[in-house]
């Protein structure tokens, strides 16, 4: 196995620190000291999402390419009866991946893709069983309207205590009013059930002309989406466009601002509004401007790393590096691991071992298990 020893550079919190890049964002006392990251297996083809199996090995879908169980051993196995009619193209592929909460009564795994032709480049769910390394009796349960685009697909996933499913839809730039637009799934986080249908406690049921799919609202790209146990909260990060990064902390109906109030600018340069704030919709915890592109999120539970209980890990595609954040009575602290590795990081679980895992995007992409190198 190939490992890669990354230090701890206070250094970095330090011009973080005297940037304008993290408002509100301190650095955390305590270093983690240095970590190691392990290859468990690489050509995987842009790798986008990752769920562990009961039997210690681990389902990937590769954007490119498709679905690939990976054995505890780093061993690949391509799993036939993943979705038909992708759309490859940019940012749009294969990408989420979840496992059913009753998966090992009922086997029934989720994968959300983008789909193509000329009624789609929408974003579709895909609900198939897991037998013997195949997926079968696999069908699409739901799809989005209207059609979006091959940018700011959406895709990630987190499945409740209810067993209902949140799934995040993106909404590209040149459609990004219906983010406030009740009425179609663009620019939302949706919560359906494993049939892709609205539960009827849903925010938005009763309103008429409403998506009853929809929980929460004005959101942008987000590519981070996870629960912690041990609190009930819910974590989505988002992309801005030429800065304003989000992390938000998701409610039920709520309105999380985008166009209408963002820090971020159009690539350009020019201006989307002046306004950061505006009652009736949510601030983020936190927000990075310039961009630094955060892809995957995992609250960390576990043993293999105590002073991080509590924390949430965030990947960033820019910025090479995973953000160890920590959100308390005392504001936002964060820390940045593996800094340096010069790759983009697509994916962060925490795995059943305690351990974290990382995907890396590339073409030739890898999976990581992040461990402490002492
Ligand atoms: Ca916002």
Request: with cysteine.
């Amino acid at each position: 196995m190939k490992a890669i020893r990354a230090g701890f550079a206070a250094a970095l919190f330090a011009l973080a620190a005297c940037s304008s890049e993290a408002q509100n964002v301190a650095e955390i006392a305590e270093a983690s000291g240095p970590l190691e990251a392990e290859t468990v297996a690489d050509g995987l083809a842009h790798p986008w999402g990752l769920a562990f199996l009961p039997d210690g090995a681990m389902l990937v879908t590769e954007r490119n390419g498709g679905v690939v169980r990976v054995s505890a051993a780093g061993e690949k196995t391509l799993v036939s009866g993943g979705p038909e009619g992708v759309l490859r193209q940019g940012q749009s592929g294969l990408l989420d991946v979840a496992l059913d909460p009753r998966f090992a009564e009922n086997g029934l795994v989720y994968i959300s893709f983008m789909q193509a032709g000329r009624d789609a480049n929408r974003l579709a769910l895909y609900r198939a069983r897991y037998e013997q390394g195949a997926l079968v009796d696999g069908r699409v349960i739901f799809r989005a309207s209207p059609r979006g685009g091959a940018v700011h697909p959406g895709g990630r996933m987190a499945f409740l205590p209810d067993e209902t499913l949140l799934l995040f839809v993106g909404v590209p730039d040149p459609l990004r009013d219906n983010a406030q637009d009740l009425s179609n799934h663009l620019g939302k986080v949706l919560r359906i059930d494993r049939e892709g249908r609205p539960p009827a406690d849903n925010p938005f049921v009763a309103r008429a002309g409403a998506a009853p799919e929809i929980y929460s609202y004005g959101h942008r790209n987000a590519m981070g989406l996870a629960r912690d146990g041990a609190t009930g909260a819910i974590w989505l990060h988002e992309n801005g466009p030429r800065g304003g990064d989000e992390l938000n902390r998701l409610e039920a109906g709520a309105n999380y601002g985008w166009p209408i109030v963002t820090y971020g600018r159009e690539y350009s340069g020019g201006v989307i509004t002046e306004e950061r704030s505006r009652p009736g919709m949510v601030d983020p915890v936190t927000q990075w401007t310039p961009s630094i592109a955060p892809s995957g999120m995992a609250v960390y539970r576990g043993d293999a790393f105590a002073a991080w209980e509590g924390d949430l890990l965030i990947g960033f595609l820019a910025g090479e590096q995973v953000r160890r954040v920590r959100v308390g009575e005392g504001g936002v602290r964060q820390e940045t691991l593996l800094a340096g590795e010069g790759r983009r990081i697509r994916d962060v679980r925490l795995g059943p071992d305690g351990f974290v895992y990382l995907l890396t995007d590339a073409e030739d992409g890898a999976l990581l298990r992040v461990r402490s190198a002492r």
